[in-house]
Nanobody, 118 residues
Framework: QVQLVESGGGLVQAGGSLRLSCTAS????????MGWYRQAPGRQREWVAS???????YYADSGKGRFTISRDNAKNTVYLQMSSLKPEDTAVYYC????????????WGQGTQVTVSS
């Protein structure tokens, strides 16, 4: 089992920045993709960004140019640096980790609230 603990959420004014962190612990081996998702009230959970084990990053259009995902494999941690935040970025942000086992295993964090005021 892999446990994920997120931190870094909070209340910020529009135009501000936040950095989210997610640290994995437990049976940490063969960690493949690490990513961030978010869910706003009344909406489905949506993908925000992912980073591969090799460091290649991918972004949803909503965050391109404003969000940066990175990972520190030595610390088993993935980060999401968010800047130029907008009220529509308000959501609970979830970390997701995929373990490259057979079959692949999928783990989610408990979520951290990000609120952007206008």
């Amino acid at each position: 089992q892999v446990q994920l603990v997120e931190s870094g959420g909070g209340l910020v004014q529009a135009g501000g920045s936040l950095r989210l962190s997610c640290t994995a612990s437990g049976s940490i081996f063969s960690i493949d993709t690490m990513g961030w998702y978010r869910q706003a009230p009344g909406r489905q959970r949506e993908w925000v960004a992912s980073v591969s084990s090799g460091g290649t990053s991918y972004y949803a259009d909503s965050g391109k140019g404003r969000f940066t995902i990175s990972r520190d494999n030595a610390k088993n941690t993935v980060y999401l640096q968010m800047s130029s935040l907008k009220p529509e970025d308000t959501a609970v942000y979830y970390c997701r980790v995929i373990q490259d086992t057979r079959p692949k295993r999928d783990y989610w964090g408990q979520g951290t609230q990000v609120t952007v005021s206008s």
